[in-house]
């Protein structure tokens, strides 16, 4: 089983086509015992895993990391992480948010190594409801009208810049609800948080992406 080039690959066409990838799992006892194969160290099941989320990890780590080169290799990382550490999953949450969690290590990571020499910016993140349908925008579909396209890419464009000036801790809360659509309960799964705190830091920094578009969009 490879994990190199065609991971990423994958992950970047399925972004750039705006393309969700379909579940692994069709039911608990399918999953249960699907996960037993990857525990078994099956190739076809790694492959499979791989296949159908390499495209939503790598665009989750692209909105977090901003940088094709830095999500593709984070992207790697990721499935080179749960492979060697699937042994040690115990079915406290989903495999997906499993996964997600690892991802979001991985770029926390990545992040650190960036700062300590002094290649990062330090900013604050946290937010609110209203900008949900702003930031839903990043996961539409492309649109067959020429003109719309252009005003979509634009729209993106600056949505994507506010969301890039926010803190970490804010943007990725932001990402995972208003982007990637998950449950505060498995957005706290995945960042070892409370239901309160990440409800907080969502009203803050949707408060502050608000604040940034003023009279942008």
Known sequence: MSYGEPIALRGQMDLEQGATATSVEECPTA????IERLKNGE??????????RSGEIYGLLYRLTENAEEARDLTQETFLRAFQN???FRGEADLRTWIYRIAINQARNRWRWWRRRKRDVTVSLDGDERNGSLLGSLRAGRTSNPEQTVLAHERENVLTSALRSLGSSYRETVILRDIEGFSYEEIANMLGISVGTVKSR???????????????L
């Open 43 to 52: 190739t076809a099941a790694f492959d499979t895993l791989i296949r159908e």
């Open 202 to 216: 969502l009203a803050r920094g949707r408060q502050e992406l608000r604040r940034k578009l003023e009279g942008s």
């Open 86 to 88: 699937i042994a040690h």
């Open 31 to 34: 999953e249960v015992k699907f």
